[in-house]
C-alpha cells in the first residue's frame, strides 16, 4: 500500500490541468473478500473523489495462476479455478 509513490507527479498534473487515473486491484486466491480488501478500495474511491478522476480496477486471475497455478498431465491446469474465484470476487 504506497499511498505516497509518485504522489509529486500526481500534484504535478493536477496544478498544470493534465489529466491523471487511478489503479488499483487485486488477485483473488480465494471466493471471499474480507474487511481487509475493502480498505484500498476505500481510500482509492476518496483519491478519486478527491482529484475528480477515473479509476481503474483490475481483477488478475492470469496473475495468481502464473504464481499458483498446477498442471496435472490427468487434469490440464487449473486456470478455470481463478477465473471463477475471480468472477465471484
Not at 509529486?8 to 489529466?19: G, Q, T, V, W
Not at 471471499?32 to 478500495?41: E, K, N, R, S, T
Not at 477515473?54 to 495462476?65: R, S
Request: proline residues 4%; charged residues 20%; aromatic residues 14%.
Amino acid at each position: 500500500f504506497f499511498s505516497h509513490r509518485d504522489m509529486n507527479l500526481i500534484m504535478d498534473c493536477l496544478e498544470a490541468d493534465r489529466p491523471i487515473y487511478l489503479y488499483t486491484g487485486r488477485g483473488p486466491s480465494s471466493s471471499a473478500m474480507h474487511l481487509g480488501h475493502l480498505v484500498p478500495f476505500l481510500f482509492t474511491q476518496w483519491l478519486q473523489e478527491a482529484f475528480d478522476c477515473p479509476l481503474v480496477i483490475q481483477m488478475t486471475d492470469d496473475e495468481k495462476f502464473i504464481f499458483k497455478g498446477v498442471y496435472e498431465d490427468e487434469t490440464g491446469d487449473n486456470l478455470d479455478y481463478f477465473a471463477g474465484v475471480t468472477l465471484e470476487n
